[in-house]
C-alpha cells in the first residue's frame, strides 16, 4: 500500500488548508483499516489530527475537532483534510498513514503505512 499527500505548500493565516491523500494498492473501503492525518510541527512531536475509517465515519483529536474536517471520495481512491483558520501555528509536515486498530492514536502509534509527507506553512 502507497500513500501520497499533495496540496498547497503555502496557506495564509485565516485561510483553510485543504490536503488529499491518494492511495494505491489497497482501497480504502476494505475492512477494518483508518486513514489517518498526522502533523509534527517544527521541533515538535508527532501529533494525529483526525482518521477516517473504512466505513466511511469520521474521528478526530478534541483539540481539532472544531477545526478539522476528513471526507473521502471512493472513487479516485482519495481522503482529504481540511484544516479550518489556520495560524502560523498550524505550520508542519503533515502526513497520511493507514492505521489497523480503531483511532484515537498517541504519537507513539505505529501505523501499517505512512505517506512521505508534505510541507505547509502558514503565513501571517
Known amino acids: 500500500v502507497q500513500l501520497q499527500e499533495s496540496g498547497p505548500g503555502l496557506v495564509k493565516a485565516s485561510q483553510t488548508l485543504s490536503l488529499t491523500c491518494t492511495v494505491s494498492g489497497g482501497s480504502i473501503t476494505t475492512n477494518y483499516y483508518y486513514w489517518s492525518w498526522i502533523r509534527q510541527p517544527p521541533g515538535k512531536g508527532l501529533e494525529w489530527m483526525g482518521a477516517?475509517?473504512?466505513?466511511?465515519?469520521?474521528y478526530y483529536s478534541p483539540s481539532l475537532k472544531s477545526r478539522t474536517s476528513i471526507s473521502r471520495d471512493t472513487s479516485n481512491n482519495q481522503f482529504t483534510l481540511q484544516l479550518t483558520a489556520v495560524t502560523p501555528e498550524d505550520t508542519a509536515v503533515y502526513y497520511c498513514?493507514?492505521?489497523?486498530?480503531?483511532?484515537?492514536?498517541?504519537?507513539?502509534?505505529?501505523?501499517?503505512?505512512w505517506g512521505q509527507g508534505t510541507q505547509v506553512t502558514v503565513s501571517s
Open positions: 498513514a493507514r492505521g489497523s486498530l480503531p483511532p484515537p492514536y498517541g504519537p507513539r502509534y505505529e501505523y501499517d503505512f
Open positions: 477516517i475509517a473504512s466505513s466511511g465515519s469520521a
